[in-house]
């Protein structure tokens, strides 16, 4: 088997001797080829290349979420197509691994690649579904390119903080949990609009939903972690379903701190409830526009402001090695 690893030398969990470690490993077992990304896009070029290659079986992206954001970009640049694209496998080692965990892998770079070649031996891997976000026909975003993601986007506040903690971190500030609750307290008293929301939801055959303040939208389940602490926004989001949609249209000190709460003790039964959440499970298409332009964040990465998004669930769109 031919396989092309794409390794980000930024991941936040793993050293050079690591990844030395883990290289070694692939390469007793496969044909490998290792490519250490080199600007931010790298990665999704790599996923291009191997894509439109005649011989590459699978791609592995060693890196955060970001990193294998990229590199399934890259696969699907022409769009799905799992029988004919290589298998994509990922070995976690960013600061969160959302993803990587939400497959069942391992959140230890040494331990995932043992379970990725166990995996590969057994010859498991399941098909996935993935969340495409476009800028909406008719609109100022209309030019924007679409782009794919795998567990989940946001848009409005939780965007906002990543785009705080992505200014910090280029200051060379660490990603840790507490940078990012110190971002989201900035973002939560530097928002204007936490009582009066500019979000509008739209879907065909239903009436719109509007002054939404944030929106959350998830492909799969939790949508992230706090330590070893899953989080669920959206509980019944899944791989094998449409996306889902966790909508709040109040953000008062006293609302902010019962949804904390609710999702700080969500579970896999129980998500953020109450009179100002909305919640919508598997949603095929949607648009969400909005009165100002508002942060857009996908995968964890800040993509900057857009006032009007399209939502595409689409289903078995990548084969993944588990």
Request: proline residues 5%; glycine residues 10%; hydrophobic residues 40%.
């Amino acid at each position: 088997m031919r396989a092309l690893l794409v390794v980000n030398p930024a991941a936040t969990t793993t050293s050079a001797r690591t990844r030395d470690v883990l290289i070694h490993a692939l390469a007793s077992e496969m044909k490998l080829e290792a490519v250490t990304t080199e600007y931010r896009g790298h990665a999704r070029d790599l996923g291009r290349q191997a894509a439109e290659s005649k011989d590459i079986e699978l791609i592995v992206a060693l890196g955060g979420d970001g990193t294998v954001n990229e590199v399934v970009n890259g696969l699907l640049h022409q769009g799905p197509d799992p029988d004919r694209l290589p298998r994509l496998a990922v070995v976690p080692g960013g600061s969160t691994n959302v993803f990587a965990r939400a497959l069942g892998l391992p959140n230890h770079p040494v331990e995932a690649t043992g379970a990725l070649l166990d995996a590969l031996r057994e010859g498991r891997e399941r098909t996935v579904g993935l969340g495409l976000a476009a800028g909406t026909a008719g609109t100022e975003d209309e030019a924007v390119p679409s782009r794919w993601f795998t567990f989940c986007a946001g848009f409005g506040f939780d965007a906002g903080v990543i785009g705080r903690v992505e200014q910090q971190r280029e200051r060379g500030k660490r990603s840790t949990h507490a940078l990012y609750l110190r971002q989201a307290m900035r973002q939560f008293l530097g928002e204007p609009h936490r009582r009066h929301g500019t979000l509008t939801l739209e879907r065909t055959g239903e009436d719109p939903v509007s002054d939404l303040v944030m929106s959350i939208v998830c492909n799969t389940s939790p949508w992230t972690y706090l330590g070893n602490r899953p989080v669920y926004a959206s509980p019944k989001a899944s791989f094998e379903t449409g996306l889902d949609v966790l909508g709040l249209s109040r953000m008062s000190t006293a609302a902010v701190a019962r949804y904390a709460t609710q999702l700080l003790t969500s579970s896999p039964e129980r998500g953020p409830h109450g009179k100002h959440a909305l919640s919508l499970h598997d949603l095929t298409d949607f648009t969400l526009h909005s009165k100002v332009p508002l942060p857009l964040q996908m995968d964890g990465d800040h993509l900057g402001l857009r006032t009007s998004v399209t939502f595409t669930g689409v289903r078995r769109a990548l084969r993944v090695i588990v």
